[in-house]
């Protein structure tokens, strides 16, 4: 029996339509873009990954792939005028590479490494491909899974699995692989982990695809730019990896995992899986078009981490391009949405992750209709919300630190935290999201410091429990609001 499950045609990509939602394969989804509204990828990692290898079919599709400067925009107002993807096009592409988008295909399984069940002396086990599974000795997340007995997935949630190793894996000890008499069995991280990911939301799926394509850029890779599913052979493991082509080697040849997916007889269920490392050489650096990039100390760039007790409205100044204290650089594919004068939503993806092995939390959150707010079209506004940014977090660090200074004071210890900063922290970060969306609606930038210092002032009461009567408590209390309402070094009050 040969065993087949076809992306083209086999639904596992979850979408939404109105209050729907199905599962559709690459073409339905494709054809039918316009009448979804959304995906609804249930894993975050899986759906950050994902989104990159659409825009990645959708330029080719557009043509956009091949464009640059004025002519890519004219083509890219071109498709939207459309309304959806011209369904000849669509027939066109998935035609010319309908052999290499199969999950269990023999010889080119789509973004697997079919080497491996040579080179590598053993697999790493279907729970090595979870992310919320514990392989090993790791950590249990959401399900009681041990290697002895693991419970096999569907081919359309491995495969949610299988994008989620290649953008977010770890690195470090891997499955043994052994090419050309060298065996090594470690990793390097994937190309997302542990970064933040934000995406522009159109009013459906088509728009939200069309928007969310790259532009492509004097001085990028001229070189062949191709897809993985789309190369003639498959890459030398040993070798030196090829120059970052753009738009599509960007979106989906980063990887620097190599995996491959083993089913059942029948092809209805994955059961094992193994994971390893793709290439032994660095990769050229590339970047993303979807992260916030932060300057360090050294005035070297790094992706904006995901945090998971962070809201998404601490970051939306990042996103905007207003004047910042933190220099940031925010994800390139807003200039494009800035150029098209969209005024749609932005969806975040965050995997809060060590840089070695340590999954901790994944999230996914909508902002408002944002993009509006962008800096080439509201400079004012761009610039309002960084101010009330950079004040809730001025205020919200000094509230920590007034905290534990008054607990010090309380305890008698010079080393030692106590509970107080993290209860006054969790009270004003819990209120402060509505003080600040309050403050952004009415336009009321500058008098935010103001409401954000009232908030940290009754952080500090509720963390503190003000109406204790001791001495040594009530002291301390006032050393706390005291410290909150020093002047900050730019002479501010709070």
């Known amino acids: 029996m040969t065993k087949s499950f076809d992306m083209l045609t086999r639904p596992w990509i979850p979408v939404v339509a109105g209050r729907e939602s199905k599962l559709v394969g690459l073409h339905e989804l494709f054809v039918r873009a316009a009448e979804f509204d959304d995906l609804a990828v249930p894993v975050p990692p899986a759906a950050a990954g994902l989104w990159r290898i659409l825009y990645a079919i959708s330029a080719r599709v557009t043509g956009l792939d091949a464009l640059r400067g004025a002519q890519w925009q004219q083509r890219q107002e071109q498709v939207l005028d459309q309304g959806g993807f011209v369904p000849d096009e669509v027939d066109a592409y998935f035609a010319k590479y309908a052999n290499r988008f199969d999950l269990f295909d023999a010889h080119r399984p789509w973004m697997q490494d079919p080497r491996l069940t040579v080179e590598c002396p053993k697999s790493s086990g279907i729970n090595k491909l979870v992310f919320d599974r514990p392989a090993g000795n790791t950590q249990v997340w959401f399900g009681h899974h041990t290697d002895d007995n693991p419970a096999a997935l569907p081919p359309e949630e491995a495969a949610w699995y299988l994008i989620a190793q290649l953008y977010y894996g770890a690195a470090g000890r891997c499955s043994s692989r052994e090419v050309a008499g060298q065996n090594f069995a470690d990793s390097n991280s994937g190309p997302l982990r542990g970064a933040m990911s934000y995406h522009p939301l159109g009013e459906n799926l088509f728009e939200s695809l069309v928007v969310g394509v790259p532009q492509g850029t004097s001085g990028q890779a001229e070189g062949p730019d191709v897809c993985p599913w789309e190369r003639e052979e498959l890459p030398d493991p040993l070798g030196v990896p090829g120059s970052v082509s753009w738009p599509c080697g960007a979106l989906t040849g980063r990887a620097r995992h190599a995996v491959l997916l083993v089913s059942d007889a029948a092809g209805e269920a994955v059961t094992d899986a193994y994971v390893t490392w793709a290439w032994r050489l660095p990769g050229a650096a590339a970047?993303?078009?979807?992260?916030?990039?932060?300057?360090?100390?050294?005035?070297?760039?790094?992706?904006?981490?995901?945090?998971?007790?962070?809201?998404?409205?601490?970051?939306?100044?990042?996103?905007?391009?207003?004047?910042?204290?933190?220099?940031?650089?925010?994800?390139?594919?807003?200039t494009a949405a800035a150029d098209l004068g969209f005024d749609g939503r932005v969806r975040a993806y965050g995997f809060d992750q060590d840089r070695q092995a340590k999954d901790r939390q994944w999230f996914t959150a909508v902002t408002p209709p944002i993009?509006?707010?962008?800096?080439?079209?509201?400079?004012?506004?761009?610039?309002?919300?960084?101010?009330?940014?950079?004040?809730?977090?001025?205020i919200g660090r000094r509230v920590g630190v007034a905290l534990r200074q008054a607990w010090r004071e309380v305890a008698n210890v010079k080393d030692r935290e106590g509970p107080w900063a993290r209860i006054g922290e969790a009270y004003y970060w819990t209120l402060a999201e509505a003080v600040f969306w309050k403050h952004v609606q009415d336009a009321g930038f500058t008098e935010g410091r103001r409401a954000f210092a009232r908030l940290g002032h009754e952080a500090i009461d509720h963390a503190a429990d003000s109406d204790a009567s001791p001495p040594r408590m009530v002291r301390a209390v006032q050393t706390a609001h005291r410290l909150l309402s020093t002047p900050s070094k730019k002479g501010s009050a709070a």
């Open 371 to 394: 993009l509006g707010w962008l800096r080439e079209r509201d400079p004012e506004t761009a610039d309002g919300v960084a101010v009330l940014t950079q004040a809730a977090e001025s």
């Open 287 to 334: 970047a993303d078009p979807y992260v916030v990039r932060r300057q360090n100390k050294e005035g070297g760039w790094y992706q904006l981490p995901a945090d998971g007790s962070r809201a998404l409205w601490r970051d939306i100044d990042a996103l905007l391009g207003g004047t910042s204290e933190i220099k940031t650089h925010r994800p390139d594919i807003m």
